[in-house]
């Protein structure tokens, strides 16, 4: 394969947060990786930045841990480990007080790209800012990367934006939601925006309905304390499935830039129909054969929080008016399994005779497991007996077509951070997204907490409530089966 790796830009990239969970599962074995690749250039250097008295030694050690346990197939490279290593430094910091600014000022060139991951609680943003622009570290240039959860309702990312906006331009700032860094996400828009197929379909004349599902096996032990606050709503749906629907349900961008893409999905998301309460259902797991149920995994026995939610949701546009769009996720569910699935409307009239089926053309894109698309088409079943129609699959599984170079796919948090030295927004929210985005949901939680809603017991390896299943069958549809 050829490689296609373009360099970026030197960088000194500051992870405060640089002993922390992301910092060890996602950032650095993502960052070795496109060390080794080529992307990350040599010059280029980390600064891990935390509370642990470590000394770069130390934290080096740390790193060399985390790559070997997160880091996958490249983790026996211990020649490029080595080298990646000693792109590390580390400096124990004060997040809220002096200790520790005047050496990270003296670590960081002015003369590269600089970028400040904040892979810290929410609370800490404000003194981090503040201290970065008081120690004259940061510039105009710099850029900071910030991650979810972005609040816990409108006001509180308000609060947040502000926060920011005191010490950094918005151009500077970097929202992750690390499903826009997806590849099956993106290739939504090189699908709907790359061919002439699907964009005169792409409309409430031929879509019946959209379907997204992001199931998950995982249960909430070990998050329990930050999931039992949050619940499915605000952990998964106000982001990761807010912007799934608005990349499939958005209009086409006058071009791939990153406002002219932003303002698209902000029109989508400020177009949503508030939600009645009988088209939402929530559930929370049961405890199954292999493993504790919901309330034991929080150790909150009257956890009125919800692990699974599945709603119908409406878009007031030209382009959408009348077409459902059934979002689910949840956790400990049957099978690992993200897609979206958009269903063509029904043939008007059949000329075949005998064929009462009903045969719809589905589009789906699966976003994991065996990432890729398949469309149902509807052929004359081969042999004899006459004209019987079936549907099949016209599957491309990107392993298949494309071989080693879908091996090769990056993960998306190092697609995510290699866009960020890039100065490039495209796949980051904006502020204005983020508030849209719960100036929408709040009402909903809102509306559940003041009826002491009860989210629905389901089995732990089940596709979810079976109210979840009525929510389809009232409208006559059917959701698409959960298969790993
Ligand atoms: C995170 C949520 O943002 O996304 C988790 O906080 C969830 O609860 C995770 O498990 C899912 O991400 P992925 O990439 O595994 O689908």
Avoid at 31 to 42: C, H, N, V, W
Avoid at 204 to 232: F, L, W
Avoid at 271 to 288: F, K, M, S, T
Avoid at 330 to 347: H, P, T, Y
Wanted: aromatic share 8%; charged share 25%; with cysteine.
């Amino acid at each position: 394969m050829v490689s296609r790796v373009i360099p970026v830009e030197t960088f000194d990239l500051v992870i405060f947060g640089g002993t922390g969970d992301l910092a060890r599962r996602k950032i650095l074995p993502g960052l070795f990786r496109r060390f080794l690749s080529g992307q990350m250039p040599p010059e280029a250097r980390i600064i891990g930045a935390a509370r642990s008295e470590l000394d770069t030694a130390g934290y080096r050690e740390m790193i060399a841990e985390a790559v070997a346990e997160f880091g996958g197939a490249e983790t026996n490279n211990t020649k490029g480990l080595q080298a990646f290593l000693e792109r590390l430094d580390y400096v124990a910091i004060d997040a809220r007080g002096e200790g520790g600014w005047a050496a990270l000022a003296e670590l960081v060139r002015s003369d590269v790209v600089q970028a400040y991951y904040f892979s810290v609680a929410p609370a800490l943003f404000g003194d981090l800012a503040e201290r970065l622009h008081k120690h004259g570290i940061a510039s105009a240039q710099s850029r900071i990367v910030v991650e979810k959860p972005f609040g816990r309702d409108l006001e509180s990312a308000r609060d947040l934006n502000r926060t920011l906006a005191a010490h950094f331009d918005e151009s500077q700032i970097y929202r992750i939601d690390h499903y826009l860094g997806k590849e099956t996400v993106q290739n939504l828009m090189a699908v709907r925006f790359g061919n002439v197929l699907f964009e005169p379909l792409w409309n409430n004349h031929y879509v019946d309905h959209i379907q997204i599902t992001v199931a998950e096996t995982v249960g909430v032990g070990g998050r329990g304390a930050y999931y039992d606050k949050s619940g499915a709503m605000r952990d998964m749906v106000q982001n990761h499935l807010m912007q799934l629907l608005c990349l499939i349900a958005m209009e086409p961008p006058g071009q791939f830039e990153a406002d002219a893409v932003r303002d698209e999905k902000l029109k989508v998301i400020r177009a949503l129909q508030p939600v009645e309460n009988h088209h939402i259902v929530r559930g929370q797991y049961d405890a199954g054969k292999d493993g504790p149920s919901y309330r034991d995994d929080v150790e909150n026995a009257r956890s009125f929080t919800e692990s699974f939610i599945a709603m119908r949701v409406h878009i007031n546009n030209w382009r959408w008016a009348g077409v459902p769009f059934y979002l689910r996720t949840g956790k400990r569910m049957k099978a690992r399994s993200s897609e979206i699935a958009v269903v063509f409307k029904d043939l008007g009239h059949t000329i075949f005779e005998g064929d009462e089926a009903r045969h719809r053309n589905i589009l789906s894109i699966r976003l994991q497991p065996n990432e890729g698309m398949d469309l149902q088409v509807t052929i004359k079943e081969p042999g004899p007996g006459g004209m019987r129609l079936i549907d099949v699959p016209l599957d491309m599984t990107f392993a298949d077509a494309l071989g080693a170079e879908a091996e090769d796919v990056t993960d998306a948090y190092e697609r995510l951070i290699m866009d960020v030295i890039r100065g490039n927004q495209t796949l980051f929210m904006r502020g204005d997204e983020v508030e849209a985005a719960w100036r929408w949901t709040d009402p909903l939680i809102d509306g559940w907490e003041a009826r002491n809603d009860v989210p629905k017991l389901y089995d732990a390896g089940s596709a979810g409530p079976e109210d979840a299943l009525m929510l389809m069958h009232r409208d006559g549809r059917k959701w698409r089966e959960i298969k790993g």
